[in-house]
């Protein structure tokens, strides 16, 4: 073997066993200063205590929690130092004799272990005689509704009430109505506590102030894939074309349209109805016609009943006027109320000449020859009516 490979063995030995040695060293040095019946040495050379002692070396023991004017031997002990007593050493056994803690001339005696008690002069009471016979004393707990009575500690003149929650008056006798602020909403009705309300809501609305409209929609109620749109304790669907019904679950029936053999020529299934005046009665030359055939006619071409129904009425009233101006002008004729014309008979007050009556009156809208002139005397077998 070359002497460079075993000098370098001989190396990594002698650190491996210098590695080795080395925390029983740090161990040694810990064993020497930490106390092992309280703790315990750490890898790294550090005292590591045992629950209930502390210290560098864990040398020192943990006393009581809240123990103050004492020490202890073994871990949460609280041993009072003298002049102390109590269970965590806080009372003083000398608290009489240094300063007395009753007031108001009170009287203290010592008990023993640092307890006390005070002889109270008349009109005053409490531990230290703090506490003076006052209002809320000789009035015997005044206060209602677990309102707590307060003088000052029996100095004031007059006591107070200090009211709970909820409560009001000198003596807190008063509930305080919760309701007085309406904070029910949507015409909720408002039931009052003890400092808190309830709120009954109406129908369609929730939550505690009844704020919240619940969703009529949520449940899904129209039926063939119709929108809902929610309302007030109500809903409504949009029904897609062909069906009806509060939830659209009602199929209406198809419409039947005129096809190409309804529009083919060919006689025409509804028979023309005139509506016409008499020749002497007419106004000019036009007849007024209204025709089932007309109406058909516009219905094909799109009208709706709307425009229908104004079209019969307009017909309607252009009738009633044409058959009243008739009439208007048949009775004037049949009473002699013509206008100003020599043609017009049969006036008895009119003594035109034969010759005149002839030759103007066969411009008349009468034939000729109706109404013989006057004075002749009728033909036989004929009679003239007035």
Not at 30 to 48: F, K, N, Q
Not at 81 to 104: L, Y
Request: charged share 20%; glycine share 12%; proline share 9%.
């Amino acid at each position: 073997m070359p002497s460079g490979c075993r000098c370098l063995q001989l190396v990594s030995l002698l650190w491996i066993l210098g590695a080795l040695a080395q925390p029983t060293q740090v161990a040694d040095d810990c064993s020497s200063h930490c106390d092992l019946a309280h703790g315990c040495c750490e890898p790294d050379g550090t005292c590591r205590c045992d629950p209930g002692w502390e210290g560098l070396h864990c040398e020192r023991c943990v006393r009581m929690p809240g123990c103050q004017h004492g020490t202890c031997h073994q871990p949460w002990q609280c041993i009072c130092r003298s002049g102390w007593a109590g269970k965590f050493c806080d009372k003083d056994e000398h608290i009489c004799t240094k300063q007395s803690p009753c007031q108001n001339g009170g009287k203290c005696v010592y008990e023993g272990d640092g307890e006390y008690h005070c002889v109270c002069p008349p009109g005053f009471h409490g531990h230290n005689c703090e506490r003076k016979t006052g209002p809320c004393e000789h009035a015997g707990s005044p206060c209602r509704n677990g309102g707590q009575c307060q003088d000052d500690q029996g100095f004031a003149e007059n006591f107070t009430c200090r009211c709970l929650a909820g409560f009001v008056g000198p003596r807190c006798e008063v509930n305080v109505d919760d309701c007085l602020m309406r904070p029910c909403a949507n015409g909720a009705t408002c039931y009052d506590g003890i400092n808190r309300f309830s709120c009954h809501c109406p129908e369609g609305f929730a939550g505690r102030f009844c704020t919240v409209n619940l969703d009529d929609c949520a449940s899904r109620p129209c039926q063939h894939g119709a929108r809902c749109r929610d309302r007030v304790h109500d809903f409504d669907c949009l029904c897609p074309d062909g069906y009806g019904g509060k939830m659209c679950e009602i199929v209406l029936p198809a419409l039947d349209l005129p096809t190409e053999s309804d529009t083919a020529p060919g006689p025409t299934p509804a028979a023309v109805v005139p509506f016409t005046v008499p020749a002497p009665f007419s106004v000019g030359a036009g007849l007024l016609r209204i025709s089932v055939k007309e109406v058909v006619r516009q219905q094909e071409a799109g009208m709706g009943e709307s425009s229908l129904l104004v079209l019969v009425v307009f017909g309607v009233l252009t009738a009633t006027a044409v058959l009243t101006t008739g009439l208007l002008i048949f009775w004037a004729w049949r009473h002699g109320h013509c206008p100003a014309g020599p043609c017009c008979y049969p006036l008895r007050q009119y003594a035109a000449p034969p010759e005149q009556h002839d030759r103007e009156c066969q411009v008349s809208m009468l034939p000729a020859g109706i109404f013989p002139p006057p004075g002749s005397p009728p033909e036989p077998g004929k009679t003239t009516a007035l």
